[in-house]
């Protein structure tokens, strides 16, 4: 067996977590260098994964596999394919950003980042980023839930502890019930999955990839796709349940909503795509009409309530549900443009909207207001992040030269091939993106900075600097050159079709 | 007659009789301000009976012994070592509750109780049986009732009493037509009849109603739960902790042998009513959770829900059903007396008991917030806990025996119990002392707290991360029920 990084990479924010938390209580700064330390490690080694992916080969790589419970056919069972290995190296890149954006310093006039028990914050984000690395890389059904459920819990109390004091407890409370629910009901699906496999081919395990030729039947599919895809697409922020997103981002502290938007509701995407689409492939073909039309209300709605918002992080929420919501209907189109373009747009999503995120934090920090009517000229006093923003906001609108582009092309690509309807009416939220996205720029960013804010606002620290700058860079790069990102997503579209049967 | 596999099988029961004489002899010539040290002598005493009978009494075969009174399996030996634990650790949790931890007839009653949940977890004969439950229910009547200068703790005692006797009685009217009508007590022997038909089934599920109303005040399901929140509040808390945990599961243990080994054959009958009150335990556990304000009546209410999933186990009646329950059980017993321990602690320094009172705790005491955190999170269901894994195998034997329905009322109950348990937490870490001072209200745990909430919470996080041995040894008791 050759280097187990997958697990090293998985356990490495536990292993922080736990050495934050042994640390004296007063010990604000060496929690955050271990935390920074963690992060930087596993960024490098999510790197590491995403460069030495052999594409030519494509498949599942770096497989680890450690017998767990036999008797139940649970195991360690890791690997990564082209669709898992950019969610990782994501969430290397956001984990990283994250812990920049809250390290906080002890300016009293600035709030950013976190001073209230740091230890404590990190040690939930981390564990928080073990859940996710856990999902992204587990080939066995009952780690994969397992994780899944390590990502949902450290939510709630970070919310509730770090979060906006104004909903805080209401918004953690509404996701940690959303979420859990939405868990548990594709938890029953798949022990029944677990169970049919065992009368259909006599193996009782969890093994993914076992579990990829268990026969299902075509009833038996039709009836389980619909809670295990929409169970996991509660986290994924589908409509009509996406209810709990916004309220969530809101309330979260910066660092954990960049972690929420740029990669908790990946979680939720994939873990629909990974057990919902490709275990149960014929329910998927079912059930595809209303999966398309619950992505498609998602992407048109989430833009317009963007648009009408007048608090910026409610506007980026709202953008987060569109955006994920043209992921969905990627996945809807059960075709190879269609789910290409929703791996693309997984991970350039999930990149812009940390760096959303991360700027409207900042804002707050400084302005204490999130008013859109209240902000303007930011340029002025924060240049920097208002050149992030912006570069943001151009992905977002699916700019060409940038991996909006790249990202939301072939999925209206996709769908004009399933269904040409769909994707004329879809593509109406590209026009309220760019309407919400060029109006807000220019009355937060550019316009007449009010009295109040002159003199008080300062500039960024240089750890954000470094945070836009990371985020930035890998967003112009997919867009410029496609092809860092797209053969790897492709090798994993494969798969995808092949399980489909060659649609 | 004197063999060795008759020591093996009540090695445990020789060792904590043992103890207890240690304790008796020892305990008077102590002075009033050492009698506390009677913990350290339980609990130690109970670990080396642990490590003793792990060493020489494992069971091979099933055996009877004791002229058919006790059968000597995996599934009496795996509950014994948990009650023993259980036990441990409630001494532990006494030695500084007040008015309790410096009395030893506390510890010797313990002793007396856990003698009694032992021979329940292998009696296979009813008067055995019988007898096993009332040297558990008794001594603990004593200690729900101990604290005799609290009105509360009084009432609970004699609540206990009354209602234990009521549901006793009912069973042993039940244990008494088994005998008329099949003229054995022997639960194997019994089984076999059964099988052949000689007992027609009309009377039999007439019976087994009656000693389901026993068991299930054991084991507090509705509609047999009254006791419980009333009980668990006007009790030491160390006791109540007690009672919810391997009380239930000596009750669980009862619960299992009787319907797996006895009555299979009846099953679509029994089972049935079994998920129905199954259903009911936990939606009304739950949402009677809900309004509580005391965290000892929460944690009583919870307890009565978590009964009703460990019962989708049972109901399910497959080789799995029973791991899973035993499963469900130890981690629950780890779990619940780590909710309880930390109760005990707070107390002993606030004395307080109510949820409010638990707000800025994060703050006052950082691991022990830390602590709370996982044995709450165990409750709700999370991992890398216990409850986590423990929910999952539950839920499993439910869907695969094709209890579905019941499975999904299961999680709309879990779903429901996230909700009260982190608002629990949200006192713990987000809301603070009224001025702000958490740094001048340390909570400071004494020594025996440290240690068996320090023990507890490995327990709690080993069960829910490297589950394999604890599973592979449910399996292994759960073979012995077929």
């Not at chain 2, 195998?393 to 109950?413: E, H, K």
Request: with cysteine.
């Amino acid at each position: 067996m050759s280097f187990p990084v997958l697990s090293i990479i998985t356990f490495t924010p536990l292993v922080a977590a736990l050495i934050i938390l042994m640390l004296p209580a007063q010990r604000k700064n060496e929690a955050r260098a271990v935390a920074l330390a963690a992060a930087i490690f596993a960024l490098i080694l999510s790197a590491w994964v995403y460069f030495t992916y052999d594409q030519a080969t494509a498949g599942y790589q770096f497989i680890e596999k450690y017998d767990w419970l036999p008797a139940l056919g649970i195991s360690l069972y890791f690997g990564v394919d082209g669709m898992s290995t950019p969610l990782v190296l994501l969430t290397g890149v956001v984990m990283f950003t994250g812990v920049l954006i809250s390290w906080g310093d002890d300016d009293k006039h600035v709030m950013a980042g976190i001073q209230d028990r740091p230890r404590e914050f990190f040690a939930f984000l981390f564990i928080l980023a073990w859940g996710v690395f856990g999902v992204f890389v587990s080939l066995d059904l009952f780690m994969l839930f397992f994780f899944y459920e390590i990502a949902v819990f450290p939510m709630y109390l970070l919310i509730v502890i770090w979060g906006w004091a104004v909903t805080r407890e209401y918004a953690a409370m509404k996701l940690t019930l959303y979420l859990f629910f939405g868990s548990v009901i594709s938890l029953v699906g798949v022990l029944a999955m677990y169970f049919v496999q065992f009368q259909n081919t006599g193996v009782l395990s969890f093994d993914m990839l076992q579990m990829e030729s268990a026969n299902f039947s075509e009833t038996f599919q039709n009836i389980w796709y619909l809670p295990v895809f929409l169970g996991f697409a509660v986290l994924g922020g589908i409509w009509p349940f996406h209810n709990w997103s916004p309220d969530g981002h809101v309330a979260a502290p910066t660092a954990v909503s960049m972690f929420h938007a740029g990669v908790l509701m990946k979680l939720g995407a994939f873990a629909a795509l990974r057990v919902g689409i490709m275990l149960l492939p014929d329910g998927a073909k079912y059930w595809q009409w209303l999966i398309m039309f619950f992505a498609g209300v998602a992407v048109v709605y989430g833009a317009y309530i963007a648009f009408v918002q007048t608090d910026f992080k409610y506007m980026v929420g709202f953008s987060s549900v569109s955006h994920m919501g043209l992921v969905m209907l990627g996945f809807s189109t059960l075709n190879r443009e269609g789910l290409l373009g929703s791996g693309m747009q997984m991970f350039s999503h999930g990149v812009m909207t940390a760096l959303f995120f991360a700027v409207v934090g900042m804002i707050y920090d400084r302005a204490h207001t999130r008013q859109i009517p209240e902000l303007g000229g930011m340029n002025k006093v924060m240049p920097f992040a208002a050149v992030g923003f912006i570069i943001g906001g151009l992905v977002s609108m699916g700019m060409p030269l940038f991996s909006g582009f790249v990202a939301e092309f072939p999925i209206f690509m996709g769908v004009w091939k399933e269904q040409w309807l769909v994707a004329v009416i879809t593509s109406i939220s590209i026009v309220i993106t760019a309407a919400y996205i060029l109006l807000n720029v220019r009355k937060v960013f550019f316009g007449k900075m009010p009295e109040k804010f002159e003199g008080h606002i300062t500039d960024i620290t240089v750890l954000d600097k470094v945070a836009i700058t990371t985020l930035c860079l890998f967003m112009v790069l997919i867009g410029l050159y496609p092809s860092f990102m797209v053969p790897m997503v492709e090798s994993g579209v494969e798969n995808i079709l092949r399980l489909l049967g060659g649609f | 007659m004197f063999t060795s596999t008759l020591f093996a099988s009540i090695l445990p029961e020789i060792l904590i009789l043992l103890v207890g004489m240690i304790l008796l002899i020892v305990e008077p010539f102590w002075k009033e301000d050492q009698r506390r040290n009677a913990g350290w002598l339980t609990a130690g005493g109970l670990l080396v009976a642990m490590v003793i009978s792990l060493l020489f009494g494992q069971p091979g075969e099933p055996t009877a012994t004791l002229g058919g009174m006790i059968r000597f399996d995996w599934l009496g030996f795996f509950f014994k070592q948990l009650f023993m634990f259980a036990g441990a650790a409630t001494a532990l949790l006494m030695m500084d509750s007040e008015k309790l931890g410096q009395r030893g007839e506390a510890y010797l009653l313990l002793l007396a109780s856990l003698l009694g949940m032992d021979l329940m977890a292998v009696s296979s004969d009813l008067i055995m049986l019988f007898l096993a439950i009332e040297t558990t229910s008794i001594p603990l009547y004593v200690l729900a009732g101990f604290l005799l200068a609290d009105d509360r703790s009084t009432e609970a005692g004699f609540k206990y009493l009354l209602f234990g006797i009521l549901t006793t009685t009912i069973m042993l009217y039940g244990f008494s037509l088994v005998f008329g009508f099949a003229g054995t007590t022997d639960l194997y022997q019994l089984a076999d009849m059964l099988k052949t038909g000689d007992l027609s089934p009309s009377s039999a599920l007439g019976v087994l109603a009656l000693i389901l109303v026993g068991i299930g005040f054991k084991v507090s399901i509705v509609p047999f739960h009254f006791w419980a929140p009333d009980v668990y509040e006007g009790s030491p808390t160390p006791i109540a902790g007690f009672l919810s945990t391997a009380s239930k599961a000596a009750g669980f243990a009862v619960l299992v042998r009787l319907f797996f080994v006895s009555f299979p054959n009846f099953a679509p009958s029994w089972t049935i009513a079994l998920a129905i009150l199954a259903a009911i335990t936990m939606t009304v556990g739950n949402l009677l959770t809900l309004p509580q304000t005391n965290i000892k009546r929460l944690l009583a209410y919870s307890s009565v829900a978590h009964a009703g999933y460990a019962m989708i186990g049972v109901v399910a009646l497959t080789q799995l059903g029973a791991a899973s329950v035993i499963f469900y059980l130890a981690a629950y017993i780890a779990t619940n007396l780590l909710a309880f321990g930390i109760a005990v602690a707070f107390s002993r320094v606030t004395g307080l008991d109510d949820v409010r009172d638990y707000a800025g705790m994060s703050r006052r005491n950082p691991i022990l917030a830390l602590m709370m955190l996982s044995a709450f999170l165990s409750l709700t269901g999370m991992p890398p806990f216990g409850g986590f894994v423990a929910k999952v195998v539950v839920f499993a034997a439910g869907v695969q025996a094709g209890y579905t329905w019941l499975v999904v009322i299961g999680i709309i109950n879990s779903v429901i119990g996230v909700y009260y348990y982190l608002n629990v937490m949200k006192y713990v870490y987000l809301y603070r002392m009224p001025n702000e001072d958490e740094e001048n209200h340390p909570v400071p745990l004494t020594r025996p707290y440290a240690i068996a909430l320090v023990v507890l919470t490995i327990g709690v996080i080993l069960i829910g991360t490297v589950f394999a041995p604890w599973f592979n040894w449910s399996e292994a008791a759960a073979l012995n029920l077929f």
